[in-house]
């Protein structure tokens, strides 16, 4: 029997002995107190012995099994504040060996890699800043005609960066690295007509000058 249904059995017995004795006492049931009592006793011992044997398979669960004891407790909070700093999660496509970001630098790559041009996807480039030497990773680096340009595939999040995007593009622009930003979507739905519009913006830049000889 359950606890719920077993509680109110209890209550409804209690609610009985109040209402015979009620009627007793009134002498609306004369002697009725008598002969229902030892039925209210039993129904009370009954109850009783049902809640012992319900005490001791709990104490025997628990002996077995103390981790039983525990999974009503609530679960350890981590502590917040000394939680790092969680670090952006980055998309990692195996594709001919390189790992590239998203399935929009797939397409680009497919579509460099169609017109045999030489390219590097993802490297990470040390340069000269205004005040230190930094790392930077770009999308596609790529090499045409005795150029070199930057292909980025700008993603959403790029909206929220522009100004740091385009300090970024300065420096390499210092360096004589085109920089040509494409949106991912279009990447994805055209990327040839990408690779073409990048390859001649970068017929149309300088060519890197030769460096000096020796006399």
Same mark, same amino acid.
């Given at each position: ?6 509680? &109110?059995?209890?209550i409804?017995?209690?609610v ?11 002498n609306?049931l ?6 229902? =009592? ?5 129904a009370?011992?009954? #109850? ?5 044997r319900? /005490?001791?398979?709990i104490?025997?669960?628990?002996k ?6 525990? =999974?009503?407790? %609530?679960p350890?909070?981590?502590?917040k504040?000394?939680?790092?700093? +969680?670090? +952006?999660e980055?998309?990692?496509?195996? &594709? @001919? *060996?390189m790992t590239?970001?998203? @399935? ?5 790559? %497919?579509?460099?890699?169609? %017109?045999g041009? /030489? #390219? /590097?996807a993802? +490297? %990470?480039?040390r ?10 990773e770009?999308? #596609? ?6 150029r &070199? *340009?930057?292909?980025?595939?700008d993603?959403?999040h790029?909206? @929220? ?5 385009? &300090?970024?593009d300065?420096? #390499? ?23 073409? =519009? ?7 830049? +300088? ?9």
């Amino acid at each position: 029997m359950s606890y719920p249904l077993r509680r &109110w059995l209890m209550i409804a017995v209690a609610v009985t002995a109040v209402l015979i004795s009620a009627l007793d006492l009134l002498n609306l049931l004369p002697d009725i107190a008598a002969k229902l =009592t030892p039925l209210l006793i039993a129904a009370v011992i009954g #109850f009783m012995l049902s809640e012992s044997r319900q /005490l001791r398979r709990i104490r025997a669960a628990i002996k077995n099994n103390p981790a039983a004891s525990q =999974t009503t407790a %609530k679960p350890r909070q981590p502590n917040k504040k000394r939680q790092p700093n +969680p670090q +952006p999660e980055y998309r990692a496509i195996a &594709w @001919h *060996g390189m790992t590239l970001r998203s @399935h929009s630098e797939v397409k680009i790559a %497919k579509a460099l890699d169609r %017109k045999g041009i /030489l #390219f /590097l996807a993802d +490297p %990470k480039i040390r340069l000269d800043t205004e005040n230190h030497r930094q790392t930077r990773e770009v999308d #596609f680096l790529i090499q045409h005609n005795g150029r &070199w *340009g930057i292909l980025e595939v700008d993603g959403p999040h790029h909206q @929220h960066s522009a100004a740091a995007d385009q &300090w970024r593009d300065s420096r #390499f622009s210092q360096h004589g690295l085109v920089v040509v930003r494409f949106p991912a979507d279009l990447c994805y739905r055209q990327p040839d007509t990408v690779v073409e =519009t990048f390859l001649q913006k970068l017929a149309v830049s +300088p060519l890197p000058e030769p460096p000096p000889t020796e006399t």
